[in-house]
């Protein structure tokens, strides 16, 4: 077999020894070795040979670590140290060319530190942030140094005030441009936290001086002084008050600033549309008066008396005429980059014109949306969209129901998703603010906006747009539909607008479902919270729809479940159910429509009671007769589990319906019948006892919690026969605990006689019980519950004869002689009393203040009789 031949090709030969030189190891090129040999700090960094002296000194030592401060990538701590000694303030200035750097607090704990001792936060970033590999850094570093000393030798407190002041003579006293270039640099940081009143103070030679420098390097390579200028500029003229915007030289200084918002440098343009939004909506007049600081902040307010009426600036013509000049057709036609630019600077300023403004604005931005560019188009719509976002005042109602009509003419097509997102969210925020304006003429464009939505753009095949609108529906749905129909006054002055949304919505049920099929489902729960109280006969059309297309197995169970849960909440189970009947044309429970009892539980509130005696009753009534029937039959057990199911799952509505009823007056007819099956049909007390809890629940009305208090003779006996019966199953413990929880609540609510009543009767039973029997610690739990709600006096007897002998362990027929159930005893008798010692009744805050003494007293006693289980409850 041949050999297979490698088709790669051998490495060249690299670098070899020459013959008898193999054993060497030692490289031709030793760049690093003689680095290494020349020492790091020796003075004369060469490759001569190291010197005998010692050249490792503490100097050195606190070079290096000031080097390692910083991370200089070319510049040195020596380069740095001999650029600021060779700078002189006085004769003596600290910082001679022999003496060495005099200590300083080093208030950043920065390598600048050492060179300044300044001590305003406002040059803090200078100092924590100082790269010596700069220039710009060490000309700002030796000019805060030098005012730092003037500062502290006229006896100054190096304020902002004083740098500012400062900062403004030194820049017009320098000569060079890198003396500028920094002073200015430092003047953008100090200027923010100057007072107002000296800004204003200083406004004219401030702003002259600055609009000098802006001509000065308005061709300079330097982006950053043109960035600077901008900034301090605009800190300028946003400390200025009302009264200064009249003067033709302010807005001299303001076009200055406006001219570079269309500059070809990114950051520059940035710079000044950021300085441009911040003057239109940040001067000090354009704010809310916020709280003043003594006398300055009353002259403040003197001196502008209308700040809170001011609704535009006074600037904001001039970017107005600014910005419609840049739209003439033939800046559309050769500079559509200087359009975007203009458009970016309306998105954030537009807010804050004047009304006829936004007008011209308004309609220029439309004329130029027909334009091809579709990045034109796209700022138009970011630029509408932040003007009805704002909220704006000045954006009055009918000028946002014109310009909302006219949006409408410029529909992009629908295969054009992104357009098309961008004009629905439009149109969504411009609906949205009309609705705050005025409701009305927000509820006559709405239906428009209804008929595309759901006839044309939620039919699309892309899910991107069907979940556009979708959401856009929604909104619409809770901040203006549903504000119409908050009230029966509101809702029948826009019912037309409203029925007809609802038809729009209706249609879409009717047509073969797609992709918006779960959408359309989960909008129309929204429709039911938002109208449903007003609108539940318009409604019912739709929900059986929704109700028709409902399948155990199908993939919009859950959102038709939902759905159907919110109609519950808003329009009432009655409604419901006459939409979606449960009985057949027998008057029997359709199978098919049993998935709704779960859920008329969980939604039912605000019911009626008489609804559900006349209506669900019967059918559960119906239900346990097929039940016995099919089970006594022996012939159709699965028919009689199905009825057995159906029946606690009606009687299971009955929670719902007592959750806050509207007829709490018709309890006193269904009372006798929750009595009769509390005490005769063990499946039901489940439902009732959680029906009994929801009409004793503080959210109750009065009304409902007293006419349970007129059957407190009605259903407490037969709860008290139900607590006393010993349980068979772990599901009858379960039921007898929550028994005694209705005990609880149900007592508290009786009336004062049937609570004495009562406990005369339960004392009688608990002394004519054993010891420690299940009767007795039953009767126990009961004489608990009811002594709670009892007089100081009736309390105080209960506790002399059944709780004092079992916290004494005395020898007494009450009190218990097994170890065990003595035990047990001592625990529920040191329970009780905590429970008295801590409730927030009158009657038991009386008794413990009243027997405080006996207590402590009882307490301290029964330390050493007192079972080891009860220490901590004793304690």
């Not at 303030?89 to 060179?115: C, H, R």
């Not at 009264?243 to 918002?261: C, G, M, V």
Request: glycine fraction near 4%.
């Amino acid at each position: 077999m041949g050999k297979f031949r490698s088709k790669l090709k051998r490495h060249g030969k690299g670098k070899s020894w020459s013959k008898g030189q193999s054993a060497v190891s030692n490289p031709e090129q030793m760049k690093h070795r003689l680095k290494a040999k020349s020492r790091f700090f020796q003075p004369n960094l060469n490759l001569a040979a190291a010197s005998s002296t010692n050249g490792l000194t503490m100097e050195a030592v606190h070079k290096h670590e000031q080097r390692q401060a910083y991370n200089a990538d070319t510049t040195t701590v020596n380069d740095v140290a001999g650029s600021l000694k060779s700078f002189t303030l006085e004769d003596d200035d600290g910082m001679s060319g022999t003496g060495t750097q005099p200590s300083t607090v080093k208030t950043f704990q920065t390598f600048a530190s050492n060179y300044s001792s300044c001590s305003n936060v406002s040059f803090k970033k200078l100092l924590t942030g100082f790269r010596a590999s700069s220039d710009l850094h060490k000309e700002m570093l030796a000019i805060l140094s030098a005012l730092t000393e003037i500062i502290r030798e006229r006896g100054g407190n190096e304020s902002s005030t004083e740098y500012f002041l400062l900062l403004i003579s030194q820049i017009e006293a320098a000569t060079e441009e890198r003396d500028i270039i920094a002073g200015v640099a430092l003047l953008s940081m100090g200027i923010k936290s100057v007072p107002a009143p000296v800004l204003r103070k200083r406004f004219s030679e401030t702003a002259e001086t600055l609009q000098q420098l802006l001509q000065r390097f308005i061709e300079s390579s330097s982006q950053s002084v043109i960035r600077y200028l901008i900034g301090c500029m605009s800190v300028l003229l946003r400390a200025q008050d009302y009264a200064t915007w009249t003067y033709s030289s302010t807005f001299q200084y303001f076009d200055a600033l406006l001219a570079f918002t269309i500059h070809s440098k990114p950051k520059i343009r940035k710079a000044a549309q950021h300085a441009i939004v911040s003057i239109i909506h940040g001067s000090c007049f354009m704010l809310p008066p916020t709280a003043g600081e003594g006398e300055a902040a009353a002259d403040a307010k003197e001196e502008q008396p209308q700040t809170s009426k001011i609704k535009y600036h006074p600037a904001s013509n001039r970017v107005t005429k600014f910005c419609l000049a840049q739209f003439k057709p033939e800046v559309l036609a050769n500079s559509q980059t200087t359009v975007l630019h203009t458009l970016s600077l309306l998105k954030d300023t537009l807010a804050g014109f004047r009304t006829e403004d936004i007008r011209s604005v308004c309609e220029n931005l439309l004329s130029i949306m027909t334009a091809a560019n579709i990045l034109v188009r796209t700022n138009c719509f970011q630029a509408l969209h932040t003007l009805f976002l704002t909220r704006s005042a000045n954006l009055n109602a009918t000028l946002c129901a014109k310009l909302l009509a006219a949006i409408h003419e410029y529909r992009p097509d629908r295969n054009d998703v992104r357009q098309t997102l961008a004009w629905i969210t439009v149109l969504k925020e411009g609906h949205l603010h009309l609705a705050t304006l005025q409701l009305d003429l927000c509820m006559q464009a709405l239906p428009r906006l209804f008929e595309i939505c759901t006839t044309d753009l939620w039919l699309s095949e892309r899910t991107e747009l069907v979940v556009g609108v979708s959401n856009c529906i929604k909104e619409l749905l809770q901040d203006c539909v549903a504000r119409a129909c908050a009230t029966k006054e509101l809702a029948d002055q826009y019912r037309p607008s409203v029925i007809k949304i609802i038809g729009a919505l209706h249609k879409v049920l009717n047509s073969p479902f797609g992709e918006i099929s779960k959408y359309v489902i989960l909008i129309f729960s929204i429709v039911f919270e938002a109208c449903g109280k007003q609108f539940g006969s318009e409604l019912m059309p739709s929900l059986t729809t929704i109700g028709k297309r409902y399948d155990s197995h199908g993939a919009l169970r859950l959102q038709i479940e939902h759905t159907v849960i919110s109609a519950i909440k808003a329009l009432g189970p009655e409604l419901v159910l006459r939409a979606l009947p449960l009985s057949d044309a027998n008057g029997d429970v359709s199978l098919e429509r049993s998935w709704l009892l779960p859920l008329m539980r969980e939604g039912a509130t605000g019911a009626s009671l008489q609804f559900f005696m006349e209506h669900i009753l019967p059918l559960a009534l119906n239900s346990q007769s097929l039940w016995r029937k099919h089970l006594q039959s022996g012939k159709a057990v699965s028919k009689a589990h199905i009825y057995e199911l159906l029946c606690c799952q009606l009687w299971g509505l009955l929670p719902g319906f007592c959750r806050q009823p509207r007829d709490p007056e018709y309890l006193r007819k269904l009372a006798p019948t929750l009595g009769d099956a509390l005490e005769h049909n063990t499946e039901f007390r489940s439902p009732i006892y959680d029906a009994l809890l929801e009409l004793l629940d503080d959210s109750q009305s009065p009304e409902c919690h007293a006419i349970m208090g007129q059957y407190a003779r009605n259903f407490l006996p037969r709860l008290f026969n139900i607590y006393t019966q010993k349980p068979n199953t772990s599901y009858e413990g379960e039921q007898r605990k929550r028994a005694l929880a209705v005990i609880r609540a149900y007592i508290a609510r009786a009336p004062a006689e049937v609570q004495s009543q009562l406990f005369e009767t339960a004392q009688g039973l608990l002394a004519g019980s054993a010891v420690a029997s299940f009767e007795y610690d039953s009767y126990f739990d009961i004489n608990a519950a009811i002594v709670r709600v009892q007089k100081c006096r009736g309390i105080e007897a209960y506790f002399e004869k059944y709780m004092a002998p079992v916290l004494r362990n005395d020898k007494s027929k009450l009190v218990s002689r097994d170890e065990q159930k003595m035990k047990k005893q001592q625990r529920k008798t040191y329970e009780l009393l905590r429970e008295l010692m801590t409730s927030e009744l009158p009657s038991c805050q009386k008794f413990t203040r009243k027997n405080c003494i006996l207590l402590q007293q009882i307490l301290l006693d029964a330390f050493n009789t007192t079972c080891s289980v009860c220490q901590a409850s004793r304690l």
